[in-house]
């Protein structure tokens, strides 16, 4: 039997599990109770450099990160959802059109919540970077953003998982494994499918670079206020 094929690279699978985590933590760290909101922040600022890292690979990672190799479409997208109405759907190699929507919906949502925190103000002793410099009308969108756009990423996880659990119950369909270990079964995959390598250095090159342009924006670059009594 040949070994199972490459199709996710190790940068995009140990993004996927920080992603997860992190967006847990954020949202764990956010109740006002467990007086975590420091940690929040930070794991925000982290989150916002996770969705710069996804964004730049999905332009310069391998063959399955990438977006154009993803995006489906209207007519794919319509074509995917008649066969899968009919159980005649083929298995994706990478994502399948509907899962592109929504690992597009969530990297969306995940960019508005941790955007918006840099302009919020919880009223007591917390608040985003960048909260001085934008008018009280910017600071109400955004802390509306803020604490609605979660709502909407709890339902995408929410199907996300379900997703998940119809691929492998139903249609017997190996993805979660293959997000840990980057490998699907070769059986049904091209040679010009398969990825040869993770393309590491240049994964480590875009983190460095990320994380840089992150810490020039939420310590290097944040306005310094005067406050006058
Ligand atoms: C807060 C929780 C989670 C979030 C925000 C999340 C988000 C995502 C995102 C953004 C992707 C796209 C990966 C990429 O192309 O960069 C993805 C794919 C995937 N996720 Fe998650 N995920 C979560 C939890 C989970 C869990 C718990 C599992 C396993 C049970 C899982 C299994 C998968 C699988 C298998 C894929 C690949 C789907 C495919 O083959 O198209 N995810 N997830
Ligand atoms: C992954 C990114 C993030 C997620 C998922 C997230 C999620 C949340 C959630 C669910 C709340 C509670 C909202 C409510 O009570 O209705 C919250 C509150 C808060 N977040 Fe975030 N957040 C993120 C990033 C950030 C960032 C980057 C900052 C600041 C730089 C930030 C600052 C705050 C503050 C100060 C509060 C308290 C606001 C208040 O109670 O008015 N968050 N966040």
Known sequence: MSKPALVWDLPLRVFHWLFAGTVIASWYTSDQDHDLIELHIQLGYFALGLIIFRLLWGVVGTKHARFISFVPKPKQLHHYIKNLKQNRAPASIGHNPLGSLMVILMIMLISLQAISGLFINDDIYSSGPYNAIVTKDIEQVMAFLHHHVFDYMIGAIALHLLAIFYYVRIKKETLIVPMIT????????????????????????????VTVFVYWLVVLNVPIVEEYY
Do not use: C, E, Q, T
């Open 182 to 209: 980057g490998r699907k079964p070769a059986k049904h995959i091209n040679d010009s499918d398969v990825i040869k390598h993770s393309k590491l250095w240049l994964a480590a090159f875009i983190i460095i670079m």
